[in-house]
């Protein structure tokens, strides 16, 4: 069965610090691969998308993600992070006649 | 810009009582989604609809039924609200099924729901 996996539910880094969420996914075929990020009561906001080429994909606020279908991996990455960036993130996945499947959430806080 | 909007932000329904939650999007897509939120659990898919009048159970249907009757509109109905049904409800559009396409799904802000 397909599945999302976000091995860390809880992440604090330092302001400025740089960040990696990871992300590892079970699936037959090459999906859709997803980050969204939401704010406290708020709705999720797409980040970036993977669909196919290039293996390192640019998304919104400086942040970005590589696929690796070696690992089954699509880790997120911000080279320094700042307080705003304080929020949930979720990692989704999705392919062919399926709705996208979401991971349990990554909980990231800042510290100054 | 594009929108998905949620009718209420918050909600508090006593037990046994039948719930509707609102969602409406401006896209002309044909996808929709109503997801649950809960902490430690992410996003679980309740049921979805990729065209009026159509719809597929998700992971989690048990307790809940949908509606739609226009393609900008899908409703979640709580035929009988019961405490385990407290919850942030999250409604999606997308043009594609599995979200390949520019904007992925596009969410709503949620109706936090409680059930007293």
């Known amino acids: 069965a397909q599945s999302v996996t976000q091995p860390d539910i809880h992440i604090t880094v330092s302001e400025g610090a740089s960040l990696e969420l990871r992300c590892n996914y079970s699936?037959?075929?090459?999906?859709?691969l997803f980050w969204y990020v939401q704010s406290p009561g708020q709705g999720l906001q797409l980040l970036l998308k993977?669909?196919?080429?290039?293996?390192l994909v640019q998304g919104i606020k400086g942040f970005e993600a590589e696929f690796k279908r070696s690992q089954s991996s699509f880790n997120l990455r911000k080279p320094s992070v700042h307080w705003s960036d304080a929020a949930e993130y979720f990692c989704?996945?999705?392919?062919?006649?399926?709705?996208?499947?979401f991971g349990k959430g990554t909980t990231l806080s800042v510290s100054s | 810009d594009v929108k998905v909007t949620q009718s209420s932000r918050y909600l508090v329904k006593r037990t046994g009582e039948k719930v509707f939650l609102e969602c409406v999007q401006d896209?002309?897509?044909?996808?929709m989604f109503w997801y649950r939120q809960d902490p430690g659990l992410g996003l679980r898919l309740i049921y979805f609809?990729?065209?009026?009048?159509?719809?597929e159970k998700g992971d989690i249907p048990e307790g809940y039924s949908v509606s739609r009757e226009k393609k900008e509109r899908f409703s979640l109905i709580l035929e009988s609200a019961s405490t385990n049904q407290t919850s942030m409800y999250l409604c999606?559009?997308?043009?594609?099924?599995?979200?390949?396409?520019?904007?992925?799904?596009?969410f709503g802000s949620g109706t936090r729901l409680t059930v007293v």
């Open positions: 993977y669909f196919s080429g290039d293996t």
């Open positions: 989704a996945v999705g392919a062919g006649g399926t709705a996208l499947i």
């Open positions: 999606a559009s997308s043009l594609l099924l599995a979200g390949g396409s520019d904007y992925g799904y596009t």
């Open positions: 609809s990729y065209d009026v009048k159509m719809k």
């Open positions: 896209m002309d897509h044909e996808n």
């Open positions: 699936y037959g075929a090459t999906p859709y």
